[in-house]
């Protein structure tokens, strides 16, 4: 499985690995995570992000890794939720990672992002919003120079604030998430040319829309749903016509067209099962889309180049009858 360097880290990661929300009780299977988690690793996946908000993800993971024998992957997790928790408290921040690591069973962290720092209504994070100082910034410091945590970054879905967090220079790496697929590509405009910038690590989130752009929906696209606008009926009915032409399948064509830019390292699958891995990485292996297809991918978002007022985060395709105001 092919490795990349992860921007000023130094650290090599596969370019895909593993997203670790569905390693939890969510999927209400942990056998089956298990099984899909160890299957990753001997296939060659290397790196595998979690979190402490991610259900109990960081604990099924460190329960996982007990029965791995191979090299042990690189593990990121991050701080900021779940509540209680006081941003501007040096003593939560690294009680928090000590949380972690002893869910993890882990003797250190290897990335430790700051969650969602952008959104300034979940947690006041900084002294000064415009150079994110604060106690956060000394825990890092200080955990880095006591080995508990090897590097920092940061990881959100609001691309022009994140991508401000990013410009500061004090993070290593940015994990941005569901802003850039086949149909989503807000990270274009701010937080891919900062992180080049600054030579951070680009990790990409959600390259399937969690959902979105797994599996086609014809018949809620073609008969629309309340949450569902014109325009993006037209993009979708677009893409499908895109993937008739080629013969590709969704997943292959949204996997291979995140990795067709070289601005981002490492792509997270949140594999349910075995099969679902095996086809991201199938995928994934078939390299970059030709240059002709992309540019008509191009074509095709720029006829939604930003959500549509009240569009859903996450397309809840399945649940078309809720009221919008439900899924907002």
Request: a negative charge; glycine letters at 8%; one cysteine or more.
């Amino acid at each position: 499985m092919e490795k990349v360097k992860l921007g000023r880290t130094g650290l090599d990661v596969t370019r895909l690995s593993l997203g670790g929300l569905f390693m939890s009780d969510l999927t209400g299977d942990f056998e089956q995570s298990k099984q899909a988690t160890l299957h990753a690793l001997r296939t060659g996946a290397n790196y595998i992000d979690t979190a402490p908000s991610y259900f109990n993800s960081e604990t099924c993971l460190g329960n996982i890794l007990k029965d791995w024998e191979g090299e042990y992957p690189i593990i990121s997790t991050k701080i900021g939720m779940p509540k209680p928790f006081d941003p501007k408290s040096k003593k939560d921040v690294i009680e928090s990672v000590e949380k972690s690591m002893e869910n993890l069973h882990a003797d250190h962290i290897d990335i430790l992002f700051v969650h969602e720092p952008e959104r300034t209504g979940l947690f006041d994070w900084w002294d000064n919003e415009l150079t994110c100082e604060g106690p956060v910034i000394e825990a890092l410091d200080e955990m880095k120079k006591n080995g508990m945590i090897k590097y920092t970054g940061v990881g959100g879905t609001c691309t022009h604030e994140l991508a401000r967090v990013c410009d500061t220079g004090k993070f290593d790496v940015v994990l941005t998430a569901f802003n850039y697929s086949l149909l989503w590509r807000e990270a274009q405009y701010e937080i891919l040319p900062v992180a080049k910038k600054h030579n951070m690590g680009v990790v990409s989130g959600s390259p399937l829309q969690q959902g979105a752009l797994a599996v086609r929906r014809d018949d809620i696209i073609t008969n629309g749903a309340p949450w569902i606008s014109e325009p993006r009926r037209a993009q979708y009915k677009e893409l499908y016509k895109l993937l008739d032409e080629t013969g590709m399948d969704i997943i292959e064509m949204s996997m291979r067209f995140v990795v067709s830019n070289p601005l981002i390292h490492c792509i997270l699958t949140g594999s349910r099962s075995i099969n679902e891995f095996d086809g991201n990485g199938a995928s994934v292996e078939k390299g970059s889309l030709p240059a002709d297809i992309l540019k008509r991918l191009d074509d095709i978002y720029s006829m939604v180049p930003f959500r549509p007022t009240l569009e859903p985060f996450i397309l809840p395709f399945g649940e078309e009858h809720k009221k919008i105001g439900e899924l907002i």
